[in-house]
């Protein structure tokens, strides 16, 4: 029976939302089937974002109306009935998973001290122990006016207070406590913070005074207590959630940039001239629509570079437009959201103070900066032990993606990315810089690059974002380029041409330690990305090629498979030189290499040009390797099925268990990786790049962002083990 945790609160707006996701993610790393369930919804009609992002989670495989309980307005009508069918529903979802994160109520429509009582009520029936989060933020009393989301810091003994009542109402309900996480905590507190709670903790659990000192663990028995810090784009709205909360409509604009960040609120009743020096950066700007002349200026301000990117702009009052403003701003081709409503100020600027920041999935940075900030300060190793979940022994693709990023960011290395103009490129850099993956180098003009990444709402200040026609580095490297291609009579003239290539620009960059390693090819060919590298990084000592594999990420199985992209027809020597670098490539990435090279023929049964390639490319991986498990000729379904391989090849040690799968030309490999990634839903993560004295990785042309951020993992982990 799949175990579970219930995550509750004492209060609306606390911030579960980043708890469920930082949960579910934890659990999604340690167990193959991971469900959610949500106890409460507001209603049947419109669909509950919460569990809407938990369901978009990679490895959540459920569907939407499977996964909720009951409405408020059932809990209304018949409390009782309502218990009775969350428990049936939670069971149905629960027969299907390993583990279950179940999202109580929002307090959000009936919201009063019964409700966490209710919530109590429904996880002691279903045996799901109780995160309880606690909100470190009053509801009241905004810090500052103009700054969306903010609001005063709890004091300690405020947090403790709540932490008394909150664990009054869960006893009585007969809920089990696991742990206490104080959401949204003052940083400059957080040791006072926990120790208050933990006090309260032990006062309830063991009836000690709770003013007694807090035990020098600094942690109660069994029970966690974490505390996470306050981000301010988790907390303030976007602006989609704004033109909601006003009732608006978008006139122009790129309706991608909804999902940013609104930070402060401008409230724009003045004249041109004074409202441009009180543009703040992330601000929304509220203008009247008869006041074309601020809306023009705002527009061109935030265009110029010279005054603070705003987040969107709200015209208020419902004037419609006229003509040629309409014709001029769509000749600005302007990205800025505009949203119009029928709203007066005062009102349009009341909507927008009270809306509250969502994380959805359609937010890249919410999503990446909730995963930040819980895995920064909730240690997942300890809530695995405390759930009793251990390591499942299958691995599944999101696992073993999560061991990549792990592995990465435990030596956290510097990548260079030369395509600083694609957008995939930008959005997989800041998921990178946020997880704490691997420190970055991005190849553009630094205004271009960073302005693009504001607009698309991603943050990627982290990163150094370098021209490629910078005069200093062109320079060394065009000496240095010069001097290795000196055999073929190239000057450092035509080497200052080359160089300026991004490719090159990056190559160059790792050769001179400057970057650790290259992912590039989202727009360039591969060809483009790896001739740099045959040029320039070379080989390594006792390989003669540079080959690829793909790690393909079954259900529950990683196995390595090359070469797939790289050399067409490949020699017997070229194939043995394949089959030690992807042997080689699977221990890196914790795969046990068992080595089969792939024939149409397995074993002595058959003979030909063909055959006779592998059986001899088989030999001197033998000789060369001798401690390596290998076995060729040998068919795929011999290699891989362990019945199939009773029969065609008893007593080995491959056979039926390989783990690398060498092919015997690009063709079979090529069209293998693809069959299998199409037809079994295999992740196929790379290419990626084996044989050369330091990491430089291609990427597909159509590479998702998810591709871009593992292959960036693979080339941090591939330049730890090459610095060693």
């Not at 003509?323 to 600005?332: F, M």
């Not at 982290?462 to 062109?474: C, F, K, Q, R, W």
């Amino acid at each position: 029976m799949a175990q579970s945790i219930y995550i509750t609160s004492a209060e609306g707006h606390s911030g579960k939302s980043t708890v469920a996701l930082g949960v579910l993610d934890a659990l999604s790393h340690a167990t193959p089937r991971v469900g959610v369930f949500r106890a409460i919804a507001r209603s049947t009609v419109e669909r509950d974002y919460v569990l809407e992002m938990l369901l978009d989670h990679d490895g959540v495989d459920l569907p939407y109306d499977d996964c909720i309980g009951v409405t408020y307005d059932d809990v209304r009508h018949d409390p009782d009935a309502a218990l009775a069918t969350i428990v049936e529903r939670y069971k149905a979802v629960q027969a299907q998973c390993d583990a279950v994160v179940v999202v109580g109520s929002d307090y959000t429509d009936v919201g009063s001290p019964a409700e966490l009582a209710y919530n109590a009520r429904i996880a002691a029936n279903l045996g799901a122990p109780v995160l309880l989060v606690l909100g470190g933020r009053s509801a009241q009393n905004q810090t500052q006016p103009e700054q969306l989301g903010s609001s005063l810091p709890r004091t300690p003994a405020e947090m403790g207070q709540i932490a008394d009542l909150a664990l009054a109402e869960l006893a009585h309900g007969r809920a089990k406590l696991f742990a206490v996480v104080a959401n949204r905590a003052d940083p400059e507190r957080a040791d006072e913070t926990l120790d208050a709670i933990r006090r309260s903790i032990r006062a309830h659990l063991e009836g000690a005074a709770p003013a007694a000192p807090v035990p020098a663990s600094g942690q109660h028995s069994s029970v966690p207590v974490w505390a996470i810090p306050e981000d301010r784009y988790l907390v303030a709205p976007s602006m989609r959630g704004i033109m909601r909360s006003v009732d608006g409509e978008m006139l122009a604009g790129d309706p991608d940039r909804l999902t940013r960040e609104a930070l402060a609120v401008v409230v724009a009743g003045m004249s041109m001239v004074n409202v441009l020096p009180r543009l703040l950066e992330g601000a929304v700007v509220i203008i009247p629509a008869d006041r074309s002349e601020v809306l023009l200026a705002t527009l061109l301000a935030n265009a110029s570079g010279t005054f603070p990117s705003i987040s969107g702009v709200v015209l208020n009052g419902g004037f419609e437009l006229p003509e040629p403003v309409t014709r001029l701003i769509d000749g600005l081709g302007s990205s800025v959201p505009i949203i119009t409503t029928e709203l007066g100020t005062y009102e349009t600027a009341v909507r927008i103070m009270g809306t509250r920041g969502r994380l959805a999935a359609d937010s890249q940075r919410r999503y990446d900066t909730a995963l930040a900030l819980f895995e920064q300060s909730v240690d997942t190793d300890e809530l695995l032990v405390a759930f009793g979940l251990a390591r499942a022994t299958v691995v599944t693709p999101l696992m073993f993606e999560f061991q990549l990023i792990e592995r990465a960011r435990a030596e956290r290395k510097r990548i260079v990315l030369p395509e600083g103009d694609d957008d995939r490129v930008l959005r997989a850099a800041a998921t990178v810089l946020k997880r704490g993956i691997a420190d970055l180098v991005i190849l553009g003009e630094p205004f271009e690059v960073r302005a693009r990444a504001i607009e698309l709402g991603i943050d990627i200040q982290g990163a150094e974002v370098l021209s490629p026609l910078d005069a200093v580095h062109v320079h060394k490297f065009a000496e240095e380029y010069a001097r290795l291609r000196a055999h073929k009579g190239v000057t450092v003239g035509q080497a200052a041409d080359t160089v300026t290539d991004v490719s090159y620009f990056g190559t160059m960059m790792v050769h001179l330690g400057l970057a650790d390693g290259m992912v590039s090819g989202a727009a360039h060919t591969t060809a483009h990305t790896i001739r740099p590298a045959f040029e320039i990084i070379k080989t390594r000592p006792g390989v003669s090629v540079v080959s690829s594999v793909f790690l393909m990420a079954l259900a529950d199985r990683v196995l390595v498979y090359g070469d797939c992209a790289v050399i067409p027809d490949p020699t017997s020597e070229q194939l043995a030189d394949i089959a030690i670098s992807s042997a080689a490539t699977a221990a890196q990435f914790g795969i046990d290499p068992r080595v089969a090279m792939l024939s149409y023929s397995t074993g002595e049964s058959g003979s030909g040009a063909d055959v006779e390639k592998v059986r001899d490319a088989t030999a001197l991986v033998r000789s060369r390797a001798p401690e390596l498990l290998v076995e060729g000729p040998i068919q795929y379904d011999a290699a891989a099925d362990a019945a199939v391989a009773a029969a065609k090849m008893p007593g080995s040690a491959v056979a039926g268990r390989a783990t690398v799968f060498v092919f015997p030309d690009l063709n079979t490999g090529n069209n293998t990786y693809k069959a299998v990634q199409r037809s079994a839903g295999a992740v196929a993560i790379g290419p990626v790049l084996q044989g050369l004295n330091k990491p430089i990785n291609d990427l597909s042309r159509g590479a998702l962002v998810d591709d871009i951020v593992n292959t960036i993992a693979i080339t941090a982990i591939q330049a730890q083990e090459a610095g060693r």
